[in-house]
């Protein structure tokens, strides 16, 4: 469970430092607000320790005027991230070319189809080199911005973005070779 992994975390530091109190004294009220005002009630939990996260790896507590209420802040942001990506995923569905029972004829060359599709993008990304493979997966298979990327790989943003354009590149020109033959 993740609460315990970041209170384990916590628990090592030195019990006077400011998150650690921060932690101790806000995290049941802080998922009691995140579940109560989102409605997130199974992220709650997860929410919160992601906000804990965030703070603990990129801000300088002495540095905050009022840290209850940029930890209350975060929470608040990353559960709205929650609450767009599973609307979008929502709308996506809603939007989907979903086959009836008219279209059953065609079922089997549609599974065909996408087999071909899927072995094409599979062999396109075996194309890319290890680096920009592994920082588009992770961009796109695991939605992570390009700043947790940077974090993750140990390298700038701008070195992620760079990767980023070129594994794209190279995915638009394997296409468009595939389309043309």
């Not at 384990?8 to 030195?14: D, E, H």
């Amino acid at each position: 469970m993740r609460s315990h992994a970041i209170g384990q975390f916590l628990s090592s530091m030195n019990k006077r430092t400011p998150l650690h109190s921060l932690f101790e004294r806000y995290q049941k009220d802080l998922q009691r607000f995140v579940a109560h005002k989102f409605g997130a009630h199974h992220d709650a939990e997860d929410i919160v320790q992601d906000a804990f996260h965030n703070v603990l790896r990129g801000v300088d507590m002495s540095q905050l005027d009022n840290p209850k209420a940029y930890l209350y802040q975060t929470a608040s942001n990353l559960a709205l991230n929650r609450i767009r990506k599973q609307q979008n995923y929502t709308r996506y569905l809603a939007v989907a070319d979903i086959p009836d029972e008219a279209d059953d004829a065609e079922a089997p060359h549609r599974a065909y189809s996408s087999q071909r599709d899927l072995e094409k993008l599979r062999r396109a990304l075996n194309g890319l080199s290890p680096k920009y493979r592994r920082t588009f997966l992770l961009s796109r298979l695991e939605d992570k911005t390009y700043r947790e990327i940077s974090d993750e790989l140990g390298i700038p943003v701008s070195t992620v973005e760079k990767h980023m354009i070129k594994a794209l590149q190279f995915l638009r020109d394997t296409f468009r070779e595939d389309a043309a033959s």
